[in-house]
């Protein structure tokens, strides 16, 4: 899903203290109409620093398919300036500022296809994955549903009490695996190869094309995760990800040609002329140009800058977003996109 690129006032209505390091802040636009969200998507807020705006994207930890408002649910990280900034200054009744709402971490559109979901997350990661698994359990009560979710301790679990009434609710579909690593039989305390193939075991999960996988989490932890599940035979097209570091990904390899070539980009009504070369991006180079496209990560993990390359080739340095699929249609980041072997058109 392309973002659609506008500013938009929110306004906090309302605190919810999770833990002693997270909020849920539920928000309402003001003098817009309501932003419409898909679950696992996010928000990407907009701040002033030094007169230069900075984005940051939190997940929306709400579902539409049971009316909840918009809601983002934000932790406290050591060294995370703006989350920070967020848990020690944000007051009900006042006002962010966000780009609007982005993001691939979503349910298939052709959701029969599937007939199991598996979700694998640790800490904040839970945010995107709960609404998921809350509009499944509401709207497709028979799919099988099963959550890996590791943290240090019970009383900094993220919806921990939520989770569990859902499980009593629907003890037949969804099954709960909760991974404390202060826990006293440390064999079970953290997530590893070995245990999370033996929990996937446990439960008899398949790892044909009708079970689907969604990851979320530390780097380090969703490596170890990816790994397992390609061994454990799953096919990687069946596995979704959600990144939240925000460290600039280094090119994997080097361009086709480092040649200068045009970029016509087309933006609604609008139609723009550029002309870059590796290594500089195209968003770089639409940025410097003075033109406003929707962004966040600027590494090829978020989504928020997907286009449409209508003609021509453009080639990414890095995508952790897009499904070959999506590729094979034209979807392309231009945080990592560097037109290639002749001028290109896109669409945003």
């Known amino acids: 899903m392309m973002a659609k690129f506008t500013y938009n006032k929110l306004l906090v209505e309302q605190i919810v203290y999770e833990t002693a390091d997270a909020r849920t802040y539920k928000l309402r636009t003001i003098d817009e109409d309501p932003l419409s969200w898909l679950p696992g998507q996010f928000l990407t807020l907009v701040f002033l620093k030094w ?7 939190y997940s929306i930890s709400s579902t539409p398919a049971l009316q909840e408002p918009l809601s983002i649910t934000v932790k406290r ?3 995370g300036e703006y989350s920070r900034r967020i848990i020690e200054t944000l007051q009900e009744g006042d006002e962010l500022i966000t780009t609007g709402v982005a993001g691939f971490f979503t349910l298939p559109p052709q959701l029969e296809r599937f007939q199991e979901f598996v979700f694998i997350c640790a800490g904040s990661g839970i945010t995107p994955v709960l609404p998921i698994i809350k509009t499944l359990l509401h709207l497709h009560p028979g799919i099988r549903i099963l959550l890996i ?8 679990t993220l919806f921990y009490h939520q989770i569990m009434q859902l499980q009593t609710a629907h003890p037949k579909t969804f099954r709960v695996e909760m991974l404390f690593s202060t826990s006293a039989e440390l064999a079970n305390a953290r997530l590893s190869n ?15 094309l009708a079970t689907l996988f969604y990851m979320c989490g530390p780097f380090d932890y969703m490596l ?23 460290f600039k990904a280094p090119a994997r390899e080097e361009p086709p040609d480092r040649e200068p070539h045009t970029v016509k980009l087309i933006q609604g009504d609008k139609v723009h ?6 290594p500089v991006s195209i968003l770089q180079k639409a940025l410097k140009s003075g033109l406003e496209l929707p962004f966040s990560c600027e590494a090829g993990r978020c989504g928020t800058c997907v286009a449409k390359c209508i003609e021509g080739t453009v080639w990414m340095s890095n995508n952790e977003v897009l499904l070959d699929e999506e590729i094979r249609k034209g979807m392309i980041l231009t945080c990592t996109g560097y037109p290639v072997q002749g001028n290109v058109v896109i669409e945003i």
């Open 194 to 208: 070995y245990w999370l193939e033996t929990l996937l075991r446990r439960h008899h999960v398949s790892n044909n």
């Open 149 to 156: 979710y590791s943290n240090r301790s019970m009383d900094e």
């Open 224 to 246: 170890m995760v990816n790994i397992t599940l390609l061994a454990y035979g799953v096919p990687a097209s069946n596995i979704r990800k959600e990144h939240f570091s925000t």
């Open 51 to 57: 007169g230069k705006e900075e984005r940051r994207s």
């Open 77 to 79: 990280v050591p060294n």
């Open 273 to 278: 002329i550029l002309q870059t070369q590796y």
